[in-house]
RNA sequence: AGUCUCGUAGCUCAGCUGGUUAGAGCACUACACUGAUAAUGUAGGGGUCGGCGGUUCGAGUCCGCCCGAGACUACCA
């Protein structure tokens, strides 16, 4: 017996499936009975149980999880080993609020000890949630045996990619401009600089200041800085090499002084206004108008500009080296400014890295230990040596000042006749999201990776990707790598992977540790040296790491650089630390690398993606993934992005509850290409519930219905498919031809449209079309082998959606699946996801018969539409339709369907007009893809020649099969393959016509027909006395119907076919009688009895 | 600021390499059907395909610019 149901509830059929895989072992065994050397690698990109898991999880994980379930029903062996990221910033963070304490209070009012526990005891704090939801959601990941980047085994895989770095040379210390908030005394993160708020709106003084060129008269250099402060600092100026500059002869408006300055040609007319060649000094004013000028005195490209000296513009400092020159700079533009950029080599990246290039010194003083200090200090002041200025805060620090500092700068430069212009300037700019004040951009160490020498090996590896979309991984991506900046691989925190590397004080020795063992060796040797007891600490977090101290060659003692490995670093190192690689699995490791698939959020591009792809480049030489889908994200239904502040966040665990897992993987999938953004409704999971699973779900009892009153079972042999009817060998084609496409979407990982394409069978194929047509083959009689075809379609037609579903809709796949084995011919294995994708059938696919079918359709469909329009019920039958014909084919593929059409619409008979007549009235077109072409220009006047034709012409074509005509005097000549003729109207018929098919519908009704549409009336009314009164629908009944004029045509020539419609023994013509029932007919009121027999 | 994605009916989305009436589902309205029935069918309204320009005989589709939404990367002086 198949099971039937009261009604779908998708909830509980998670609950029960859930049960059923854990008490069978379903995971399991889904990846111990595949083969062992048909792997399919699947990496999971680790979360951290710091935070909740939100919906945007369970839509990454179901991408995730239908291609690991369609690998497998495809027989691959793919093992999920879970993983948990429990390191980095935000943990930090989040210890530190519940803390109440900021990072500088670490190692203060709380050990370093202390609190890393607590970031150890946090980071696993939702870890049950997130379990919980990895089960509700059906996402099959081996929770058992997760890597956890904080052990001991994963970081030491870490320290021994870092040490094949640093063998090939590819690490070094270096410094580098990053951002520093002086208020709160530490470097911030980009993470921290991408806060909301971070970005704010300020208004700072904008100077042009005067660079005076050495060896020339009055001859001055134009750059403009929006950070005074930095002038102090300058040692070059950059140049665009192929900007145009010109030299203009005016006066400083200031001081009046006669100057030539040189600019951008472009930004000349933002400081200029017209030409004076009289100008007089005292002409120049001081606001913020334009300035008039006297002439241009000289033409220039940056590159000839290149090389020219200048002298200091505020010489509180003497750098050592080269100093004061221009040089190119290929980030200078003229959107601003002057098209000339001041630099200061210890306050800006692009300085820093251009004046490095160029050989240009940096204007720095020795600090306390005489090591090169900037002119700010940490605090965010001007050092001493800055006379004018000393001690002062270069920016808003709250100091209560009568100017800023580059107000009082700006003043200094116009009375010493240095500044060309000042104004205000409004500008966003990044605050330290604790302390609410501006940020400097301040030189500090760090170690990096070269990550910029590989970068045409990994351009070139990551051409071999497949990224979906591939947009990501041309554009975003590709793009990114192209411009890859080193890796800055430091971070100065305290709960991460620490750094390996040991340094004397003077820098000159250092070490990079790769292994426990190594590091056990070196201590020895340290503790014999040194003469004290020291051994590896059972955490290899600080601050443990940090109390040891080593000895170089020479007998040097070298400490633990004392920064921590960026915690991206871990996730991207997951390939070979989550098998504890090389120092254990070595086999295992290789089998499993590179990965054939992996998935992420977009927002992963420049995250895990990179430090995948990144460390795998570098340390092997190799792509870590080889097929990579990054989903877009989950918003909102108004299109806004779901956050705590709005409110507007979905629930997983609750949408999950109320609606089933399925139902929401399905709704993620279906609606939009996990790519693009997904504008979340709950609305929509109750449409794919109602219309997908519900119409399934109803096609499923129907077939259970009936399968369990024919006791049927596919015991017998399958009816062979030339002996099945047209329709069953239409849905089996269409079935198969469903399956090679649901197939292919799945391997090219296109699961919208493999989930869109299953819908569309299963309404508009096999419940709107098959089901409704093939219901009386079901209900009709005893067992036939008409009757065991249509099961045996049926079933097969269920069976196959469920394991083309299964990937996406586990669940309820693995639920009809389960059930229908109740009747399987034979045994399958227990679940689905055991089971394999299904294989297309090429020998069933026949597509002159899904055309046919198509036609079938249509045809039926304008039928039903005349109908409506004279408003003749279906029930009533109707002699004839005509349908133009206008080739062979065409007669041929309707008449192979004709029976079903008829019956579908209650018509007679077909009748086919020939086209060779004059009853049909046609339209004739162009063919305009294959004539565009030919005809180019010409097109439109054919077109419209052709519109223009009368019938008369149109059949003269027909019969030439040629037609001419000429455009401006040239003759064009068609042939009839050019053309395309069809149908649009028979004169005098009740006519539809739909693109290019028409209809026309014999609406003349005899007696006889008037006859036989009673007989359905009654059919009709008599079944719904049969549900009204509860009868089985296999119960025998008993009519007596009252002898009315109306009904009686009807009842004398067609009884047997009421009695056989509605399982009536009898049907008795009778005197109104007590009991039974008024029907409302038509034609009037009639008296009847229904009664079981 | 740069890079990328997206913008088609009230809503969610199709629309392949350009081809002449721009489609589907939902929602709405009306009618029908009634042995799948909290299903189903038919019909209707609803679109300057974000805007402007270009290429072309022909543009939702290709190109340029702009506007809007979003993501990522960013001290452009």
Known sequence: MFKEFKGLNLPQIDKEILEYWDNSQIFQKSIDQRDANQPFVFYEGPPSANGMPGIHHVMARAIKDIFCRFQTMKGKRVERKGGWDTHGLPIELSVEKELGITKE???????????????????????????????????????????????????????????????????????????YSPAAGTGLSSHELNMPNAYQEITDISAVAQFKVKGEVNTFILAWTTTPWTLPSNTALAVGKDIRYIKVHTFNRYTKEECFVILAKDRFSSYFSEQQPDLQPDQMKAGNQPIPYIEIVGEYTGRELEGIHYEQLLSYVIPEGKAFEVILGDFVTTSDGTGIVHISPT???????????????????????????????????????????????????????????????????????????SEKYVHSYPHCWRTDKPILYYPLDSWFIKTSSLKERMVQLNQTINWKPASTGEGRFGKWLENLQDWNLSRSRYWGIPLPIWRSADAKEEICIQSI???????????????????????????????????????????????LID????????????????????????????????????DQTRGWFYTLHAIGV??????????????????????????????????????????????????????????????????????????????LYNTYSFFALYANIDQFKWSSAEVPLEKRPEIDRWVLSELNTLIHLVDTDYATYEPTNATRKIMEFVDENLSNWYVRLCRRRFWKGEMSEDKLAAYQTLYTCLNVVSRLMAPVAPFFADWLYRNLQEGALEKGPESIHLALIP???????????????????????????????????????????????????????????????LAEVNVKEIEYVSGAGNIIQKKVKPDFKSLGKKLGKNMK????????????????????????????????????????????????????????????????????????????????????????????????????????????????????????????????????????????????????????S
């Not at 098998?579 to 070595?586: A, L, S």
């Not at 040239?970 to 290019?996: F, K, M, N, S, Y």
């Open 941 to 1092: 006047a054919v077109a419209d020649a052709l519109a223009s034709l009368s019938q008369e012409e149109i059949q003269q074509i027909e019969k030439s099969g040629s037609f001419e005509t000429s455009v401006s005097e040239e003759i064009i000549q068609l042939t009839r393959e050019e053309l395309d003729i069809v149908p649009v109207d028979i004169p005098g018929w009740l006519v539809a016509t739909d693109a290019g098919l028409t209809v026309a519908l014999d609406i003349q009704l005899s007696d006889e027909l008037i006859a036989e549409g009673m007989a359905r009336e009654l059919v009709n009314r008599i079944q719904n006395i049969r549900k009204s009164s509860d009868f089985n629908v296999t119960d025998k009944i008993a009519i007596q119907l009252e002898a009315l004029d109306f009904v009686k045509p009807a009842v004398e020539k067609y009884a047997s076919y009421i009695c056989s419609e509605t399982l009536a023994e009898k049907l008795d013509v009778v005197e109104k009688g007590d009991g039974g029932e008024m029907l409302d007919l038509p034609e009037g009121e009639i008296w009847i009895k229904v009664t079981l």
């Open 618 to 695: 570098m340390v092997f030489d190799s792509v870590a993934f080889k097929n990579v889908v990054s989903n877009g994200l989950v918003l909102d239904k108004n299109g806004q992005k779901m956050s705590k502040r709005l409110g507007n966040g979905i629930d997983p665990f609750s949408t999950i509850e109320k609606y089933g897992a399925d139902a929401t993987r399905w709704y993620m999938i279906s609606n939009a290409q996990p790519w693009d953004n997904l504008k979340f409704d709950l609305s929509g999971i109750e449409e794919v519930s109602r219309k997908f699973f519900g119409t």
């Open 347 to 421: 306050f800006g990246a692009d300085d820093f890295k251009v004046a490095k290039l160029n050989g240009i010194a940096a204007l720095t003083v020795p600090d306390v230990n005489g090591n090169p200090m900037p002119l700010v200090d940490k605090q965010g002041k001007f050092v001493s040596q800055v006379t004018d200025f000393a001690g002062r805060y270069v920016k808003d620090y709250g100091q209560k000042e009568e100017r800023s500092v580059d107000t009082d700068i700006t003043i200094k430069l116009k009375t010493e006749n240095k500044l060309f212009v």
């Open 567 to 602: 915690v991206w670093f871990d996730s991207g190192a997951m390939p070979y630390a989550q098998w504890h690689y090389p120092f254990e699995n070595k086999e295992k490791f290789e089998q499993n690398f590179p990965a054939d698939f992996i998935a992420e959020g977009v």
């Open 517 to 563: 063992a190594q590091l056990k060796m070196e201590i020895d040797r340290a503790n014999v040296a040194l003469g004290i007891q020291q051994s590896v600490p059972a955490d290899l977090h600080r601050p443990y790491m940090d109390e040891i101290i080593l000895v170089s060659a020479n007998g040097e003692k070298l400490f633990r650089e004392l920064d």
């Open 839 to 901: 294989v297309s059938d090429s020998g069933i696919i026949d597509h002159a018969l899904e055309e046919r079918m198509a036609y079938a359709q249509r045809i039926s469909s304008l039928v039903l539409s005349l109908r409506k329009k004279e408003k003749l019920k279906v029930r009533q039958p109707l002699q004839k339709m005509l349908i133009p014909i206008l080739n062979d084919n065409f007669e041929k593929q309707v008449e192979g369907v004709k029976d079903l059409i």
């Open 105 to 179: 209070d670490i190692g203060k009012s709380i050990s370093v000890e202390e609190y890393n526990d607590k970031c150890r005891e946090t980071v696993m704090r939702y870890k049950d949630k997130w379990d919980a939801i990895t089960k509700q959601m059906g996402y099959w990941v081996d929770l058992e045996n997760p890597y956890v980047t904080y052990t001991n085994e994963y970081i030491e895989s870490v320290w021994w990619l870092i040490s094949q770095l640093y063998q090939k040379g590819l690490l070094y210390k270096g410094y580098t401009i990053q951002p």
